[in-house]
């Protein structure tokens, strides 16, 4: 039998970093919020783990329960060539395993209040003028506002109508135990190849306890992948169990969609919020999920129905202008791998500028512009290539 509940404010589906911080946002403020997920929590999801420093920084709340590493250094190559570690003075990335992280952030949107529903399927969402309706199974529900959190195939999305031009692709992520001196080679640091699979890489992720390897990016192609990760892990020497071998889409962002319209929104991977060079979804998850609760909680105080466009307007300028210089950033990288790495080890400082904006200490805009501006990786690049074929 259907049960119909009361109206809410704002009913968020999904639960991953995205939904919980929104919901939080909005509870904290005195918003009637339902939070609807399919599955039950602490939930694993396919993911490096990897939180970057800018990505915690978008959180107000304190995530060092759910630490296991903290990343300094980056040992970066090139198709298995010309391995070189760089290094910061402090911690740039943070290691996390997200069942423990993404119940961290759904715990604490309970604790301001959300109406969290764990092992709800929706099924249906439909939005007329005056409010919005969100079927599970069981359930009917009714709000004044929906928002899809519900990740890369977002059904709300499709419901909807909203991001019909996404664009997919995989990656693949294996839970490794090893022994305690792989584990010691990994501490403190990340591992990252690429020029080894086009358009994307593969990684080692450290944790408390095991490695999290992967590849991705660049391809849809599962079996492809999982040859190349093999052939990763034997020439890398990383040996160990497999405790979980699991592939998952991204949806990576810089395209013209639309995101909102009328009572609805989306948020997070939802509204294919993931930077095309590097694969990072949380930071982008969490600082939608943020704008969003400013524009809502602004729409409240002003009394305004059709809040929307501005979300739209403010993803436009804060999120997928960045976007874009990714994804030209990441044709300049993919088209010349091997070059552009000479040059990192050549002048590294370029790495260390890309640890800042990791960190949230600078913005990928400046690191952009600054090496644009200059023409300097070509000039860098032709200096090498000078050096290479040696003087005449
Ligand atoms: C292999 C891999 C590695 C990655 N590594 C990193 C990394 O190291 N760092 C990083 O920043 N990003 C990484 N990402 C990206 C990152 O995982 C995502 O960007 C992030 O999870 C987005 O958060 P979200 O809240 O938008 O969605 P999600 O975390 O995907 O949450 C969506 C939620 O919606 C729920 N849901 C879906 N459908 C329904 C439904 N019908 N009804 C109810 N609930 C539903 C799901 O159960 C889920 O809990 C990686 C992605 C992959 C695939």
């Known amino acids: ?62 995530v060092s329960p759910v630490i296991h590493d903290k990343i300094s250094a980056m040992e970066l190559c090139c198709n298995g060539q010309l391995h070189h570690t760089f290094t910061k003075d402090t911690p740039f990335i943070y290691m996390v395993m997200r069942d423990e992280f993404d119940m961290l952030l759904l715990q604490a949107a309970i604790d301001a209040g959300v109406d ?41 999305a499709k419901h909807l109508g909203l991001m019909t ?18 584990l010691e080679r990994f501490r403190g640091t990340v591992a990252i190849d690429y020029g080894f699979i086009d358009e994307g890489y593969a990684w080692v992720f450290p944790k408390r306890d095991h490695l999290s390897v992967g590849i991705g990016l660049g391809t849809r192609d599962g079996r492809f992948l999982q040859e190349k990760l093999m052939e990763y892990l034997a020439r890398e020497q990383i040996h160990g169990e ?46 939608s999920a943020n704008i969003l609760a400013d524009v809502l909680l602004q729409a409240a105080r002003d009394n305004e129905d059709h809040p929307f466009g501005e979300y739209q307007r403010r993803i436009e300028q804060e999120i997928l202008l960045e976007m ?6 990441s044709k300049i990288f993919h088209a010349m791998p091997k070059q552009i790495h000479k040059v990192f080890i050549a002048h590294p400082g370029i790495v260390h500028h890309a640890f800042r904006v990791i960190a949230g200490e600078s913005s990928f805009q400046d690191f952009y512009n600054k090496y644009r501006s200059s023409n300097f990786m070509m000039k860098a690049i032709s200096g090498l290539a000078v050096r290479m074929m040696g003087k005449p």
Do not use: W
Not at 122 to 140: G, I, L, N, P, Y
Not at 324 to 329: K, V
């Open 242 to 287: 497999f405790l979980s071998e699991k592939g998952f889409f991204l949806s990576v962002g810089g395209s013209d969609n639309t995101i909102a319209r009328g009572r609805a929104a989306l948020i997070g991977d939802a509204a294919g919020l993931v930077d095309p060079l590097m694969g990072e979804g949380i930071f982008y998850a969490l600082r």
């Open 1 to 62: 039998m259907t049960n119909f509940s009361d109206t809410y404010d704002v009913i968020i589906v999904g639960a991953g970093p995205s939904g919980s911080t929104l919901g939080r946002k909005l509870s904290q403020q005195g918003l009637k919020v339902l939070l609807l997920d399919k599955s039950t929590f602490p939930r694993y999801k396919v993911c490096g783990g990897g939180l970057t420093l800018r990505a915690a920084k978008q959180l107000d709340i304190d």
């Open 324 to 329: 874009r210089l990714f994804r030209r950033a």
């Open 165 to 182: 031009n996404k664009e997919k692709i995989l990656a693949l992520e294996y839970e490794m135990k090893v022994d305690d001196a792989l």
């Open 116 to 156: 969290f529903r764990p092992a709800s399927h929706v099924t249906k969402v439909e939005c007329c003028d005056t409010e919005v309706s969100v079927q599970t199974q069981s359930d009917v529900y009714r709000g004044r506002y929906v928002v899809g959190a519900d990740g890369v195939n977002s059904p709300t």
